[in-house]
């Protein structure tokens, strides 16, 4: 992962935005208040497209030459971040490229004693964790929705009260007869999430954090 001199964002979920402007060299700014009806119950946000490098408390990842941010308050002017989300590249990434990242991010996770999720399949009562799904995009990608809403993967992994979950998205669907991977562009991202944040929004979606 690529970087150089680049000013630095410090943040995780469940810090206040007080303590990311402390610790970041990163301007975030003073964040804004959205009136839609999802954040009418005063959640401030922050977001930035620029290159920077990225630090998460209570972990010892780091990820060099990130290019956009957005950052979310839990709501009724609590201060303390609930969501997190970064693309982890400042570019777009060949297949090549997001597969490599893919791989090394996975053995990252587990050094830094991430836990993975267990899905399950609604359909066919299939288990699968969030390291097997990462596997399956590296080496099953052509069954992956890569221009799906929520990305060509869905993997989420826990450690203490954070939740850190992956996705990858192709940026435009290949023509016909295009190789659906060679030659196409990719970015992927990291959000994080309080536990209590990710569970309140997928409750039902099968799939369980590790204790």
């Avoid at 690529?2 to 935005?17: D, E, H, Y």
């Avoid at 659906?180 to 990710?198: D, K, V």
């Amino acid at each position: 992962m690529t970087g150089g001199n680049n000013p630095k964002l410090v943040a995780t979920a469940g810090m206040t935005f007080q303590d990311v402007k402390k610790q970041s060299t990163l301007d975030i700014g003073e964040g804004v208040y959205d009136n839609s009806d999802r954040y009418a119950t005063r959640e401030r946000s922050f977001a930035g497209d620029t290159v920077f490098d990225w630090q998460m408390p209570g972990s010892h990842l780091t990820f060099k030459g990130c290019r956009y941010y957005s950052m979310q308050t839990g709501g009724k002017d609590d201060p303390h971040l609930a969501h997190v989300w970064v693309t982890v590249a400042p570019d777009s990434l060949t297949w090549g490229q997001l597969r490599q990242h893919l791989k090394v991010l996975r053995q990252e996770l587990h050094g830094d004693g991430w836990k993975p999720d267990q899905s399950k399949d609604f359909e066919t009562g299939r288990v699968t964790s969030a390291d097997q799904t990462i596997a399956d995009m590296v080496d099953k990608p052509d069954k992956a929705d890569w221009d799906g809403a929520g990305g060509g993967m869905g993997a989420s992994y826990a450690k203490a009260d954070v939740v850190l979950s992956v996705s990858a998205n192709r940026l435009t669907p290949p023509h016909e007869g295009d190789d659906p991977l060679s030659g196409q562009e990719f970015i992927y991202w990291i959000e994080l999430e309080t536990r209590e944040h990710w569970e309140h929004y997928n409750k039902d979606s099968g799939v369980t954090l590790p204790k």
